[in-house]
């Protein structure tokens, strides 16, 4: 497995962590070079970052600086991280018998990095010498964890709540669709938290929780599964099935869905432009329905390319709002 190290300075970092957070004016100023200048302290709870900046006639600025790049020192420990998952990629084709889409699942490993708050950083000192000031920055990673894992515990009530309206969860009930389509910006926002409390306590995030959330995933993708769209709209099938959802032929699908385009063409400066302009309508088999205004383009060298990124830009409007509105 290969680590992609993130290199990134400290004044490059200061901007995604906030220059505006920074410590208090009054912090305790030492005359002599402490020991954090060269070796910060070592602690469980908290990781450490030392900034500094050039001195100025502008102090309160300067610290402000050097306390922002020990910001980005600390979020060069922590942001780091080696994940490993699995891609989903559709491949489209067209048959006698009609549409043929294929996921094809691809293992690849990356380094994900999730935004530092600066919420939980304090400068715990400063000091200054002839040329520069510096700043010693400390995250609290307790209470970062104990914020974060009491939004999780929060969202997991919420989803159960939910999953407690549905006549039972042994089976899909179509007529809940909505309450299921529901649990997929839940589950998300979930796994953003999660991802966070683990950015801090750089370990697994663990839940009593854990076995309800999970039987509960399953039986969404369980409904996601039976509860397929039909489209002749390929460009639309394609960006559905990119999202996760399932597509599917004939009348058998529980979506069905209708578009109308009105393309137009436009040559300026040797570029071409395609316009399509036109409805989406999708119909539940419970009789609810959804309507949707579509405007997409595609600008290329070649009228073949604007037409093909015309549809894409369609495909990917059309599938957006379709979410949208089954996630209401």
């Given at each position: 497995m290969i680590i992609?190290?993130?290199?990134?300075?400290p004044w490059l970092l200061s901007g995604l962590i906030g220059m505006g957070l920074a410590g208090c004016a009054n912090a305790p100023q030492t005359k002599t070079a402490p020991?954090?200048?060269t070796q910060p302290p070592q602690n469980s709870q908290f990781v450490y970052g030392v900034g500094s900046a050039?001195?100025?006639e502008n102090f309160p600025r300067a610290y402000q600086v050097a306390e922002s790049n020990g910001n980005g020192q600390i979020a060069q420990q922590l942001q780091a991280e080696v994940v490993q998952s699995t891609e989903t990629q559709t491949r489209h084709s067209m048959t006698s018998e009609g549409q043929n889409f294929e996921r094809v699942n691809q293992l690849f490993t990356q380094v994900k990095t999730q935004p530092l708050a600066v919420t939980y950083i304090r400068n715990q000192e400063r000091y200054q010498d002839e040329r520069y000031v510096?700043?010693?920055?400390?995250l609290d990673r307790y209470a970062a964890m104990a914020d974060l894992e009491q939004q999780v515990q929060s969202l997991d009530q919420r989803l159960f709540a939910s999953a407690a309206t549905l006549p039972n969860q042994e089976q899909i009930h179509e007529s809940h669709w909505r309450t299921?389509?529901?649990w997929i910006a839940l589950f998300a926002e979930r796994q953003d938290l999660v991802e966070k409390y683990q950015l801090y306590a750089q370990a697994p995030f663990q839940s009593p929780s854990d076995d309800r959330?999970?039987?509960?995933q399953v039986l969404l993708a369980?409904?996601?599964?039976?509860?397929?769209f039909a489209t002749e709209d390929t460009a639309l099938a394609a960006a559905l099935t990119q999202m996760g959802l399932q597509v599917s032929l004939g009348n058998q699908a529980f979506f069905q869905i209708r578009s109308r385009q009105e393309p137009t063409q436009k040559q300026q400066d040797k570029r071409f432009y395609q316009f399509l302009d036109g409805e989406i309508s999708v119909m539940a088999r419970t009789g609810q329905q959804g309507h949707m205004t579509i405007a997409a383009r595609g600008i290329g060298s070649q009228q073949q390319q604007a037409q093909i990124k015309a549809q894409q830009n369609w495909g990917e409007k059309g599938a957006t709002e379709i979410f949208a509105w089954l996630t209401q």
């Open positions: 992609r190290q993130r290199k990134a300075l020991q954090w200048l050039p001195v100025s510096y700043a010693l920055q400390a299921y389509f529901g959330i999970q039987n509960q369980k409904a996601v599964a039976q509860l397929s």
